[in-house]
């Protein structure tokens, strides 16, 4: 993002409105704030929350963003009429628009779309590295194959998010590693009563709360 | 399985053939050798790739095994001819049939399917046990979808499958768990190399050896 606006916010028209599409928020704001040299009134960061393990403007389609959501995160800097108009532009396709603080955001995200793919990209490199690696793949059923499809994005993009919201990320890897350490010694111990507990708790969450198999929101 | 096994080997004809579907097969045999007193000659453990989140013979149709695998683990005890009827019977339902040993089974097994669904069951659960799951969940986006489908699975089957399965499942989260923190120690010392390096294998392996998005083998 850094170079990209360090050229963008020397050529800007007087009444241009700049957003972005970034997973990370917080690190937007720093490198337009570094470029401009202030955070400035024109700039409205945003997040659409669609797109599919394929990166790049060829795989981009009309209906991309219809009832998605789209995750702005103003400042008390932000022109209210950049802000209108950008969110303005989303609504036009087809975009559920909703404002968030800047930390929220980049929690929420670490939380639901970052760490997910920490652990799909780190899984199927953990197996791939094993020996037995063609074996392993090749008994690998359906389920697998869902579970490691986010595995297949682009690894400079997910790079620059690991990197942009680091300190989000590791926090909740560092949750993430705890919980996954109380389960292992669970099935250590032969526990089934705890075993059962977390995963009805998990088939409870996830069927309430996760509903749909597209990528639409509801 | 145990006190089925126990049911079952009391009032069985003399010319009867026996086999289970279950996800581990060292602990099946274990409680069929207690059951019999031995290992009979008439079973034949296996475990169909095959099937959904969802359990229960109500959830069955009669395509569900076409073009699945289907793993034999016959021991040296096994009757030939009992054996090859099994074998029929998959191949009847339009099942790709294949022997492995045991141990090689749970071992595979483990990595392509319980580590997976573990590591679900564990992200939905830490996720839900935060202050914030609700608005956590409303921002999960598709891959968050299919990533965690598998946490819809059965818990009680899944807890039957952890303690089954326990030494291998243990072998593989160790495996998991560390890789997962040579990746953490990355993010924290933004090596940018070491984790395009990681996603670049990841997605590799995953483009190579993990096509198709139905539950069907290939």
Request: aromatic share 6%; with cysteine.
């Amino acid at each position: 993002m850094a170079p990209i606006l360090d050229r963008v916010c020397s050529g800007l028209a007087p009444d241009a409105v700049v957003t972005d599409v970034g997973s990370a928020k917080a690190s937007v704001v720093a490198a337009v704030r570094a470029a401009a040299g202030r955070v400035p009134p024109w700039f409205v960061p945003g997040h659409p929350i669609a797109g599919a393990e394929h990166s790049g403007v060829e795989h981009s389609f009309a209906q991309l963003f219809e009832y998605h959501r789209v995750i702005l995160t103003p400042l008390p800097e932000t022109d209210p009429a950049a802000h209108a108009r950008v969110r303005e532009m989303w609504q036009l396709v087809g975009a559920e628009v909703l404002d968030m603080e800047v930390d929220h955001h980049d929690t929420v995200l670490a939380a639901t779309s970052h760490l997910p793919h920490v652990l799909a990209f780190c899984l199927v490199d953990s197996l791939a590295r094993r020996s037995e690696n063609e074996a392993i793949f090749e008994f690998a059923a359906g389920g697998f194959r869902d579970f490691t499809r986010i595995a297949s994005g682009d690894p400079v993009m997910w790079r620059d998010i690991c990197l942009a919201n680091r300190e989000a990320i590791l926090e909740i890897i560092a949750r993430f590693q705890a919980d996954l350490a109380e389960v292992t010694a669970a099935i250590a111990r032969r526990d089934g009563e705890a075993l059962t507990e977390t995963f009805r708790r998990a088939k409870v969450a996830r069927d309430t709360h996760v509903v749909g198999k597209s990528g639409a929101v509801r």
